[in-house]
């Protein structure tokens, strides 16, 4: 196998036959990544006629794995994700309220993924709530690494949560209830700042028009407050040239043409703009729960989140996932729509600038979803008949080499 390997710039040197992690994922997730991998590949193929190829590696975690090995992440899994550099990965179950934490969010940590990139934009043909789901063009960069999801949190009844309550109500006059579970929300200004910093460089590689930090700033003024400071702190300093803030450009739109406008709104304001002002928003740079819950809210506008690709990025490792559940009722039917997991399998493409397969899927989905190809999820709101999640990849496989 040949890995992709990191030059000391942090720059990729992919080969033309990249060794590519992938993690199956629980439920649905063998049929939707079995689905992905053939519709990369046929890509590949028709990009590059064969000059290039992925190999895929497989890399067990979720149930399959604690079945095999007693652990759902073995840290041989973690070694095989490090060398592989790039991975895709199907859905893994987390229980609610109780078990084991999140693998996700120990994937994220672990390799430092601090970026969550969810680009949501609209597949015409796609069912939507709203009149003018075509306006919807966004990219959403979550941090990903603190905020909720840093862990910070115990049990109302824990010896933990009483010595904390103790040391509140002594030291900081602060009385918390005794039968309050506590949770603490850190929120750094280096986490923050690197967050906007990608932000703002998609932005300006991809030709964006804004940058929007979204927040609750007006409440949470040391966290989520700050955060909007040390977005436009970070802007005015490293992208002078390239940005400007909101204020000034409306003071004189006519001078700063071309440059990527900075500006913030209040979380809650900004779920009732992006359905109302649809189009006057672009990049979103916020933090973990806020993007957690806006992504899958823009996604609801434009097909759901069975349709919207995710990334988890960091300075150098990725892992691309669909962002849905595992669906474990569906397990093993061969109905599950494997949309997310193959445009995020897109993203994994353009991530070591295979930009040609990419666009390749992405114009075999359209054109399906546009002709009524689609799975259950999808066809009962257009009455048609639906795709099964195989014969879906075959729908695109078919489209992509143009065979009638």
């Keep these: 196998m040949t890995y992709i390997k990191i030059s000391g710039d942090k720059k990729l040197e992919v080969p033309k036959d990249p060794t590519i992690g992938y993690i199956e994922g629980d439920g649905i997730g063998g049929d939707i990544s079995k689905a992905m991998i053939l519709t990369v590949n046929a890509a590949v193929e028709v990009a590059y006629s064969g000059e290039k190829n992925i190999v895929w590696e497989k890399v067990p975690a979720g149930e399959e794995s604690f079945k095999e090995t007693g652990k759902s992440l073995p840290q041989d899994s973690l070694d095989k994700l490090k060398k592989c550099v790039v991975s895709v990965k199907g ?12 693998l996700n969010v120990t994937l994220r940590q672990y390799f430092d993924l601090y970026a969550n990139i969810r680009p949501v934009k609209f597949i015409p043909g796609s069912p939507s709530p709203v009149k003018y789901p075509e306006k919807m063009d966004m990219v959403v960069f979550r941090e990903n690494t603190e905020d909720l999801y840093a862990g910070y949190e115990w049990k109302y009844d824990s010896s933990e949560a009483e010595k ?56 949470m003024k040391y966290t989520e407050g700050a955060f909007r400071e040390w977005g436009y702190e970070l802007a005015a300093t490293e992208f002078k040239n390239e940005t400007v803030t909101e204020k000034e450009y409306l003071e004189n739109p006519d ?54 690709p995710s990334g988890n990025v960091g300075d150098v490792y990725a892992i691309f996932e669909a962002i849905h559940g595992s669906a474990p009722k569906y397990t093993g039917m061969d109905v599950a729509n494997p949309t997310s997991i193959i445009l995020s399998a897109t993203m994994a493409l353009e991530y070591i600038e295979w930009k040609e397969p990419a666009e390749i ?43 009638p």
């Design 164 to 219: 904390l309550r103790m040391f509140l109500s002594k030291e900081l006059s602060v009385n918390i209830p005794n039968d309050s579970g506590i949770g603490i929300k850190p929120i750094s200004k280096f986490k923050s700042q690197r967050l906007v910093r990608k932000a703002i460089q998609y932005a300006i590689q991809n030709h964006r028009k804004s940058v929007t930090l979204m927040h609750k700033g007006n409440i």
């Design 91 to 102: 859905p893994l179950t987390t229980p609610v309220g109780h078990g084991m934490r999140s």
């Design 361 to 403: 899927i992405r114009n075999a989905v359209n054109s399906a979803y546009l002709d009524h190809k689609v799975t259950q999820d999808i066809a009962r709101y257009s009455n048609v008949k639906p795709l099964k999640c195989s014969e879906f990849a075959e729908e695109l496989i078919r489209r992509m080499r143009k065979v």
């Design 255 to 308: 001078a700063y043409q071309g440059k990527i406008v900075i500006k913030d709104r209040i979380a809650d304001n900004m779920f009732q703009q992006v359905l109302t002002r649809t189009d006057e928003y672009d990049v979103i740079a916020t933090t973990n729960i806020n993007g957690d819950y806006l992504s899958d809210a823009l996604a609801a506008q434009v097909g759901g989140i069975g349709t919207a």
